[in-house]
């Protein structure tokens, strides 16, 4: 994209406003950036014009992010940053189960409820420790896909009456851990995914002489929506099909093990925005659940898994980033389809577990991060050919000058032609380097003016969208889309994304988003809007002499483990947070990686690098090529670089620090 065209003759034209321009506050910004559609209770814009966080809504404390950032740079915490708040994880925790209970209460269900967490959604060790923590009230359990993270579960789970639910492949280990892990007190239930799993966990048990809690995963037909339709159906991975259902049943009671089987499981996916794929899974699964009973399991607890979404968006659709329903809609179905059918069936209701993950960990963390260049769109008149111009160019600015809300369409078509022509005229040896670089600028201001003709339309036509984006200016972020919101790029997740203050002022840029990374895909172009998704954002223009800070919200769940060291940037700088009487406290910090930490993963050996370098600039002074002096600058450079943050340091402050 070209930067600042050069200057023309003609003076810049004025930027048209609407007739009914009002004064910008903090409320405009608020609906700009749809706050309250995907941040309420927890965040809002304050009237100094920056986000605020409540992070515990029932108290009064109110957390201003921007001056929080500012505290947390004066401790030395070198931005990107992730910030943990605790008292939105334990909000989250109580909201979920208030919901089942009062849907409990709602509908006088004769049964109890007994969530987990899904350790996968978000294995930090203090995320754990204090979902179990501020779960404990409720006997908030755990739910792990995998031996490692049944390890996690055991060492945070001491004083936890919470059920520890074991999904995933399952070697002999994992199983032998899970049965001796009853011996500690803990209630440890084994599903099985799998048809072959039921002779492992058998001979174990029988080897150690431990009754399994069993559970079965059921493979259902109803599927799911969306890009994790493939969790359920069918084709799934997981899941017994009603044939090995039946098939496990009898095997089950051929060695009198049908008291051991417990639990139903079943999980059709994530995100799932719809009610009725929900709904349609539940039905299905109630319906095994009393067949199971009927065929003489003994039963007791139904797991309905995962799936239950946020509104990233704010927009209350099934879109894929929002949802249709609420937490309070989502408890009463599933509370009532399973009661239906259990009265129907005449059966003791089932205690319902349920493992939500995205909706517990999702709100509590947010990533800001700071803007280290631009590359702003300038609007300015084109300066008219000179008589004796190649035609093409005379043809560019006709087109230029004709642009109106009436032809935009019909005139980008002609521009996209005369400029290809002009690259056709220079292959040629027609077009001098000159002439064509005139061509590319009336171009561009061709595209300026008919982005704000756009504007004035009811309906883009898809192909001038792609007008809009390519006019969006670039803000340079520091931060890695790889890192820190790898969903971004890999299934097109939205989270909403926002400046942090300054939004009592008007944002006049549309900007897309490049990371650090020398990677094309390394750009967020695609942000939430009520409306299906927007291109470009609105950013105020930046300063030189102040920071400008944009916040990524509602990350917290899925984000931390996927993320990868594209370019080798690390693990961001984390804090955790909890609000106290006279405002927050910060509970710990973790260090982002360092470049040699870093490094280490990928094998190379940083004292080596040292060496290797140091000999090459010995090697230099030996042949008089460099100084003293120039060797050990380079070598303070290297050496220092390789202790730091991987992320850009702010210019000012020793490079030392993160
Ligand atoms: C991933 C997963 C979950 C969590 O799903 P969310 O949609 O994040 O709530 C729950 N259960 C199982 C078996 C999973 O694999």
């Not at 943990?84 to 006088?108: G, V, W």
């Not at 051991?260 to 059709?268: A, N, Q, T, Y």
């Not at 996209?416 to 009336?442: D, I, N, P, V, W």
Request: proline share 4%; with cysteine; charged share 25%.
């Amino acid at each position: 994209m070209p930067t600042d065209p050069a200057p023309t003759g003609r003076p810049p034209e004025p930027v048209s406003l609407p007739d009914d321009v009002v004064e910008w506050t903090a409320d405009s910004s608020e609906e700009l950036y749809q706050v309250s559609g995907w941040g309420a209770p927890y965040f809002s814009v304050n009237d100094a014009g920056r986000v605020e966080v409540r992070a515990n809504p029932n108290g009064d404390s109110r957390i201003d992010l921007f001056e929080l950032t500012e505290d947390l740079r004066a401790r030395g915490l070198q931005l990107p940053l992730l910030i943990h708040f605790s008292d939105i994880l334990a909000h989250r925790i109580r909201r979920i189960n208030e919901s089942f209970l009062r849907a409990i209460q709602e509908c006088e269900y004769d049964g109890d409820y007994r969530g987990v967490y899904p350790v996968k959604v978000n294995q930090q060790r203090h995320i754990v420790e204090e979902v179990v923590r501020f779960g404990a009230p409720w006997g908030f359990g755990l739910e792990v896909g995998s031996k490692p993270e049944l390890l996690i579960a055991l060492a945070s789970m001491r004083d936890s009456a919470g059920l520890i639910i074991c999904n995933g492949y399952k070697d002999r280990s994992y199983i032998e851990t899970a049965l001796v892990a009853q011996r500690l007190g803990r209630t440890v239930v084994i599903v099985l995914e799998r048809m072959e799993e039921f002779e492992l966990v058998y001979a174990g048990s029988q080897r150690l002489d431990i009754k399994p809690m069993l559970g079965v995963r059921a493979k259902l037909t109803s599927k799911g929506m969306g890009r994790w339709a493939e969790s359920a159906g069918d084709r799934a991975k997981f899941g017994l099909t009603t044939a090995e259902l039946v098939q496990l049943v009898d095997k089950l009671e051929a060695r009198d093990l049908r008291s051991c089987l417990r639990l139903l499981h079943f999980h059709i996916g994530s995100q799932i925005s719809s009610i009725i794929p929900i709904k349609n899974a539940l039905q299905e699964a109630t319906q095994i659940y009393v067949e199971l009973v009927e065929m003489g399991c003994a039963m007791g607890y139904l797991d309905v898994g995962g799936g239950l979404a946020i509104d990233y968006d704010g927009s209350k659709t099934d879109f894929h980033a929002s949802r249709n329903y609420t937490l309070g809609e989502y408890a009463v179905d599933v509370v009532s389809t399973i009661q239906a059918a259990c009265l129907k069936a005449e059966l003791s209701m089932p205690t319902i577990v349920s493992e939500s993950g995205r909706a517990v960990v999702a709100h509590q963390s947010v990533l800001v991060f700071d803007v280290v260049g631009t590359q702003r769109v300038q609007y300015r008149a084109a300066a008219k050919p000179d008589e004796g111009a190649h035609p093409v160019l005379h043809q560019l600015f006709e087109t230029y000058e004709g642009i109106s809300p009436k032809n935009v369409q019909e005139f980008w078509h002609d521009a996209c032609q005369a400029k290809s022509e002009s690259e056709s005229l220079f292959r040629f040896g027609y077009l001098t380097l000159r002439e064509r670089a005139h061509a590319e600028r009336l171009y561009y201001h061709c595209c300026c003016r008919i982005h704000e003709a756009v504007k004035m339309l009811k309906f883009v036509p898809e192909e001038l969208q792609e007008v809009e984006k390519r006019m969006g200016s670039i803000y340079y972020c520091n931060f890695s889309v790889f890192q820190s919101a790898p969903d971004t790029w890999a299934i097109d997740q939205l989270f909403p994304l926002m400046p942090i203050h300054r939004l009592d002022e008007q944002p006049t840029v549309d900007a897309t988003l490049a990371d650090l990374t020398c990677d094309s895909d390394g750009v967020i172009d695609k942000f939430i809007d009520v409306e299906d998704v927007k291109r470009t954002l609105k950013v105020h223009p930046v300063t030189d002499d102040e920071p400008y800070y944009l916040g990524m919200f509602l990350n917290g769940a899925y984000q931390e483990i996927l993320g990868d060291l594209h370019n080798l940037f690390g693990d961001t700088n984390a804090v955790h947070i909890s609000t106290a009487d006279y405002g927050y406290r910060v509970n710990h910090v973790i260090k982002g990686d360092s470049m040699s930490e870093v490094l280490r993963y990928v094998a190379h050996d940083p004292e080596r690098m040292i060496e290797s370098v140091r000999e090459q600039a010995e090697d230099a002074y030996s042949k008089g090529r460099m100084s003293l002096d120039e060797m050990r600058r380079l070598m303070e450079n290297y050496e220092s670089a390789l202790e730091a943050y991987t992320y850009l340091a702010p210019a000012s402050e020793p490079d030392s620090e993160r």
